[in-house]
T-cell receptor, first 116, second 114 residues
Framework: AQTVTQSQPEMSVQEAETVTLSCTYDTSESDYYLFWYKQPPSRQMILVIRQEAYKQQNATENRFSVNFQKAAKSFSLKISDSQLGDAAMYFCAYYAGGTSYGKLTFGQGTILTVHP | NAGVTQTPKFQVLKTGQSMTLQCAQDMNHNSMYWYRQDPGMGLRLIYYSASEGTTDKGEVPNGYNVSRLNKREFSLRLESAAPSQTSVYFC?????????????FGDGTRLSIL
């Protein structure tokens, strides 16, 4: 079974600075997908960024980028120019693709605090 | 433009009571899911429905039942609520296939069992 591990229960960053959230996963699949979701205090689950395992290029969405290391099974999220609105719980998630019918496996989450 | 709608948003039950959480999506998605979120454990899959007429167990199905009423609706039932089922419950939907089809989530139901 696939597992996803976020080893940082909490992180903090100063406004305008950069922070990196870590995620590792375990799988025997060669083709899969990885996601970062943001959960603000409102409880909404908001998709931040996604990465296809077959793509070597790291995904980027505005201030958010990932460092995808397939051999190391690592998928970290970098937030640049942090803003107060980035404060939230962040979840890393894995999707096996194929016949897994869209099922996601989530990490434990990292609470990000942004200091003004 | 509702997306995924869950009802209710909050509920308090006594141990042994039954309850059905409702979920509906208006995106014509084939697959629907129920997750529970507990502190330090992320979201864990309870049940899913790959398509209308099918349901399957996820990681933590004990104590729950589901019904895929039609393509839009997927309900989660607690037959005899237990304090261990105190959690935040999320319904999600997606249209999986080739490529990435990210899940769309409802706003969650906070359920407390006393």
């Amino acid at each position: 079974a696939q597992t996803v591990t976020q080893s940082q229960p909490e992180m903090s960053v100063q406004e305008a600075e950069t922070v990196t959230l870590s995620c590792t996963y375990d799988t025997s699949e060669s083709d899969y997908y990885l996601f970062w979701y943001k959960q603000p205090p409102s409880r909404q689950m908001i998709l931040v960024i996604r990465q296809e395992a077959y793509k070597q290029q790291n995904a980027t969405e505005n201030r958010f980028s990932v460092n995808f290391q397939k051999a190391a099974k690592s998928f970290s999220l970098k937030i640049s120019d942090s803003q107060l609105g980035d404060a939230a719980m962040y979840f890393c998630a894995y999707y096996a693709g194929g016949t897994s019918y869209g099922k996601l496996t989530f990490g434990q989450g990292t609470i990000l605090t942004v200091h003004p | 433009n509702a997306g995924v709608t869950q009802t209710p948003k909050f509920q308090v039950l006594k141990t042994g009571q039954s309850m059905t959480l409702q979920c509906a999506q208006d995106m014509n998605h084939n697959s629907m899911y129920w997750y529970r979120q507990d502190p330090g454990m992320g979201l864990r899959l309870i049940y899913y429905s790959a398509s209308e007429g099918t349901t399957d167990k996820g990681e933590v199905p004990n104590g729950y039942n589901v019904s895929r009423l039609n393509k839009r609706e997927f309900s989660l039932r607690l037959e005899s609520a237990a304090p261990s089922q105190t959690s935040v419950y999320f319904c999600a939907s997606s249209r999986p296939g080739t490529g990435i089809w990210p899940q769309h989530f409802g706003d969650g139901t906070r359920l407390s069992i006393l």
